[in-house]
């Protein structure tokens, strides 16, 4: 794991049930400072990431974590869920896991170095990317609507 890639790959996460304490040991190094026993509870709440089953957190809860982390910061919480829960998903975290590690080491591999990026470029950018994630997220609503309704 590095700065760049701060998910480790499936077969990495502990194939164990882990404690609170644990959990966030895990996440601590891969994001340091930023994950918070609240807001594993939050998320939980907010059904974005697995409950806990006798107090101890799956792999595939660890790997929700995990993708949360890398989303929260433009993300918000009900595009979280949608993201991570899909309608059309037979619930395989692991190939979402894996897919959303691709999807992160490409687009570090093709950013711009940071001399060709300036601050307000990067939130230019990320504006777009959220506006296209919501229009995406709503037509996938509308198409769910219309298979259900």
Known sequence: MT???PFPKWDSLPD????MDQVLTFTERCFPGEVTAGMINSYVKAGIVERPQGKKYSRQSLAQLLMVCGLKPA???DALRQ???PEEADDDTRALYEAFR???A??????PTQAD?????????AACYQKRCRELLR??????AQRDG
């Not at 037509?139 to 769910?144: P, S, V």
Request: proline letters at 3%; hydrophobic letters at 40%; aromatic letters at 8%.
């Open 139 to 144: 037509k996938r609503g509308e198409e769910e």
């Open 75 to 77: 993300t918000p919480l």
């Open 117 to 125: 990026l300036d601050a307000l470029h990067c939130a230019l950018l």
């Open 16 to 19: 164990f049930g882990l404690y």
């Open 106 to 111: 490409g687009l570090q591999e093709s950013l």
């Open 102 to 104: 691709s999807g992160w």
């Open 83 to 85: 993201l991570l829960h």
């Open 3 to 5: 700065a760049s890639e």
